[in-house]
């Protein structure tokens, strides 16, 4: 019965939390490739190639279905996976989706034309590879005219979650609102496009404002994964063994895991 979800490193934990909370019955198999993290500062070739291996692992520990929780890989390897790599009876899901659907207030499988919606100004905070490959603007024009979205590399904030620094973490938010209030005064809404920034999400929604509606992803996918299961229920696996793997030293990142979760999280090596 198992279900795979994949994350560059400790980030797609609070994916994994949200679905755990609102999937109770489901084993999830997580695997993060902390040996290679962080994804975005690397290539598009170089992010498909370690998204496809992982994946893979995670078909091989009995998932049929697997949620990239990483919203670079996401971005920079999902579309092409799914047109010439996920094998048959195999199907492998993003996280931008269920967050643009809460955005525009669209449906799951709403495939009218694109129309206006309420929000006009969006900021979007994301790893830089995320940010370079335009994905969120073009899964966004699918569904929305007329919203301005202003991207923020957030540089450095990935890597310092991942290292337990918070207070670093918190002045790179900090500093990366402010780039982002240069370009963009008045936002609507500001996005948290990469999954380890809901550890940061009170700091992004006090540097933005009460004004500015935050827009986090980790609920908005257990929700819509529990909602594709409804429908497809046989995309749920074989295995019947929840898991935490990871590439990288495993006492070492057991010991990040249960700091980013508050509760003992044990892996093993992938």
Known sequence: MAVGIFDSGLGGLTVLDAVAAR??????????????APYG????????????????????????????????????????????WVPQG????????????????????????PREVAVKHVAL????ATVSSRAFQRELAFRAIGVDVEAQACGGVVDAIEDGDMILAEALVRSHVDALRRKMPTPDAAVLGCTHYPLMEKVFQDALGPEVKVFSQANLVAESLADYLTRRPEMIGAGRDSAFLTTGDPARVSARATQFLRRQITFTAA
Request: hydrophobic share 45%; net charge negative; with cysteine.
């Open 23 to 36: 999937l109770p019955d489901v084993p999830l198999v997580y695997l993060g490739d902390s040996a290679h």
């Open 41 to 84: 500062v690397r290539t598009p070739d170089d992010i498909y190639n370690l998204t496809t291996a992982a994946t893979q692992r995670l078909f091989d520990a009995g998932c049929d279905l697997v949620i990239l929780a990483c919203n670079t890989a996401s971005a920079a390897a999902l579309r092409r996976m799914q047109e010439a």
């Open 90 to 113: 195999k199907r492998v899901l993003g996280v931008f989706v269920p967050l643009i659907e809460a955005l525009t207030e669209r449906q799951w499988g709403d495939n009218s034309p």
């Open 125 to 128: 905070f994301a790893t830089p």
